[in-house]
């Protein structure tokens, strides 16, 4: 196992044994690796090794590139004057103070988290909606500051590469959005890094998959082709992205003509899921696929995804969502026929139509993989892109805002493994449709 293996298996113990329902990337950060601004404050007198911030311990072992030897092949950092001698360059200058202050608002977000975590956890009765909500409030904002604080550490490394707390806070942060598949900035911290000299192909398999995930085909092709063989973890994810590079890139161009033109017209149905991880903006696919939308819509207006469960939270592939029963058996009692069977792509945010499996994909490889006309009310929001070629579900609407909310859910399963440890579910505190055409939303359905 290498110091990065090491590392994300020591940050996941750790997560496993604070027992908190919630735990927001900020707070896992804060146990990860202390105080920046201790080590700041402190940076004229020398403090003992055993007060060094913790990351300073989980920082992978790299080696430092030959002064002869060529960088990888990232994108150019945008420092473009000389650096006097014996100080900063006014670039790296103003990059540090942004950091700084990024770093104490994320600060100030996070105290007030932990103030909330412990009213929620001290309370006396039944939880109230309005707590649940106040409750996602405060853990959004402070997954925004840390968000704004992990930018502006890559841009920091990316002015000063041998900034040690810049560096530190980037590592972690890398560490943390990689494992909870929260790719919205993951690219650039990658790319910093390997433009600071940092050797480890992770960071390549990395900087890869985040491109792959947020449409920078160019950049996915330059990192995924160092990809190391491995069935688990990130290098599986790194060839199952490698494999359908070209396919995808593909899908993508047609997927960006098509919201070129649903933003022109700005009229598609969307829905607010305000969930127990903050709030996520949805919009509707209402003209490929009219009916699912219609009984999406019919169901979030009759209060049927109120208080459900996340159940199954797959990573590296989706959060699975619909069923009330929380066991994945749970319908809206009726079934959808197909429509709209890929004439959407799949990509990262996505929302699909869940179906039932085909016992007999197993035995027989021409079978398919779903029963048909098997969809209802449960639904995925994909984490990584699908492979175009697999055309057997219905892509009925895209995450618009809120995609670090559902990467960051709980990693919740069915079928748990012998003595795994209980991992509850995050939900859907409640639905609502913020927009809709002028008609009647009424779906054609089929019996059970």
Known sequence: MGAWDRAVDSILKMRVEMGLRNLAAPLLLTICFGTVADAQESEADAKPAAEQPAAEEAKPAVEEPAP????????????????????????????????????????????????????????????????????????????????????????????????????????????????????EGLKQGALAMLEAGVKDIQLNVIAGVSAAATGDFEVARGHLKEVPDGDEGLAEVGQRMK???????????????????????????????????????????????????????????????????????????????????????????????????????????????????????????????????????QFLITLLPFNPEYKELCCFGRVVSGMGAISTLNRAKVEKEKDAPVVLPDSIIEAEVVRKRDHEYKPETLPY
């Open 68 to 183: 002869d030897e060529p960088k990888p092949a990232v994108e150019e950092a945008a420092a473009s004057e000389e650096k006097p001698a014996g100080g900063k360059t006014e670039a790296a200058k103003k990059a540090q103070a942004v950091f700084d202050q990024r770093v104490e608002e994320w600060r100030k977000a996070t105290q007030a988290l932990w103030t909330e975590v412990n009213e929620f956890h001290t309370a006396r009765g039944d939880v109230k909606f309005s707590e649940q909500i106040r409750w996602a409030e405060r853990e959004s904002a402070a997954r925004d500051a840390m968000q704004a604080a992990f930018l502006a550490a890559s841009n920091l490394v990316f002015e000063d590469h041998e900034n040690r707390d810049g560096r530190t806070f980037l590592a972690q942060s890398i560490l943390y959005h990689a494992q909870t598949d929260w790719y």
């Open 243 to 377: 494999f359908i590079l070209d396919p995808l890139q593909e899908s993508w161009e047609k997927e960006q003509k098509l919201r070129e033109a649903e933003a022109k017209a700005d009229d598609l149905p969307r829905v607010l899921l305000k969930t127990t991880r903050g709030e996520v903006l949805v919009e509707l696919f209402e003209n490929e696929a009219p009916n699912t939308v219609a009984s999406f819509i019919s169901l979030v207006e009759d209060g049927f995804y109120d208080n459900v469960p996340f159940y199954q939270v797959v990573e590296h592939e989706f959060a699975q969502t619909g069923d009330r029963d929380g066991d994945g058996s749970g319908t809206a009692d009726y079934r959808l026929p197909d429509e709209a069977i890929g004439e959407r792509g799949i990509f990262r945010g996505s929302l699909v139509m869940a179906k039932i499996p085909n016992p007999n994909a197993a035995r027989d490889p021409d079978a398919s993989g779903t029963i048909p006309n098997t969809g209802s009310s």
